[in-house]
T-cell receptor
Framework: GQNIDQPTEMTATEGAIVQINCTYQ??????LFWYQQHAGEAPTFLSY??LDGLEEKGRFSSFLSRSKGYSYLLLKELQMKDSASYLC??????????WGAGTKLIIKP | IAGITQAPTSQILAAGRRMTLRCTQD?????MYWYRQDLGLGLRLIHY???????GKGEVPDGYSVSRANTDDFPLTLASAVPSQTSVYFC?????????????FGEGSRLTVL
């Protein structure tokens, strides 16, 4: 079966750095996506990785290793507004998105 | 403001009743999707439409139907609601079916079936 694993919850301090991991087992791979979802709101697109390596976008970076079935989202200079759930999703060989359950990130002052 | 509009925002429904969740987009995206989101689970695809006039079944289609008469509208109907359909429903769109990774989501419809 297809599976996306990410931690259920993480806590970090304002101004610090946090890394949210995602491991996947899917039938084929056509890209990995990270979305941010604030409580009670819609998910919004953050990043896309299809090749190995690091993609940087401001305070957020996303890393992919296809051989290890592994990705992480790195958030730097954490702000209170970064408190949200972060969803990892993989596009399989049929171009269907398989979603993880999300990681709830709690930022403390 | 361009985007996706869902209605209603929330609804309490008696089991056995018929319910239609509305979704309208003004971005002229070809592909549209309906997901449900339940606590502890990832988003699950109910139905999708790659272009106006076509629809397909997702991971959890049973008990739901959709139609795509035009580019902008993609309603989701529960013919006879059951308590297990209590969930938050998100409508989403993407520019094309091949670009299904970058989705634009509506604000969601919270449905409670009693």
């Amino acid at each position: 079966g297809q599976n996306i694993d990410q931690p259920t919850e993480m806590t970090a301090t304002e101004g610090a750095i946090v890394q949210i991991n995602c491991t996947y087992q899917t039938s084929g791979f056509n890209g990995l996506f990270w979305y941010q979802q604030h409580a009670g709101e819609a998910p919004t697109f953050l990043s896309y990785n299809v090749l190995d390596g690091l993609e940087e976008k401001g305070r957020f970076s996303s890393f992919l290793s296809r051989s290890k079935g592994y990705s992480y989202l790195l958030l730097k200079e954490l702000q209170m507004k970064d408190s949200a759930s972060y969803l990892c999703a993989v596009m399989d060989s049929n171009y269907q998105l398989i979603w993880g359950a999300g990681t709830k990130l709690i930022i403390k002052p | 403001i361009a985007g996706i509009t869902q209605a209603p925002t929330s609804q309490i429904l008696a089991a056995g009743r018929r319910m239609t969740l509305r979704c309208t987009q003004d971005m002229r995206h070809n592909a549209m999707y309906w997901y449900r989101q339940d606590l502890g689970l990832g988003l699950r695809l109910i139905h999708y439409s790659n272009t106006a006039g076509t629809t397909g079944k997702g991971e959890v289609p049973d008990g739901y139907s959709v139609s795509r008469a035009n580019t902008d509208d993609f309603p989701l109907t529960l013919a006879s609601a059951v308590p297990s359909q209590t969930s938050v429903y998100f409508c989403a769109s993407s520019t094309t079916a091949a670009n299904t990774g970058e989705l634009f989501f509506g604000e969601g419809s919270r449905l409670t079936v009693l």
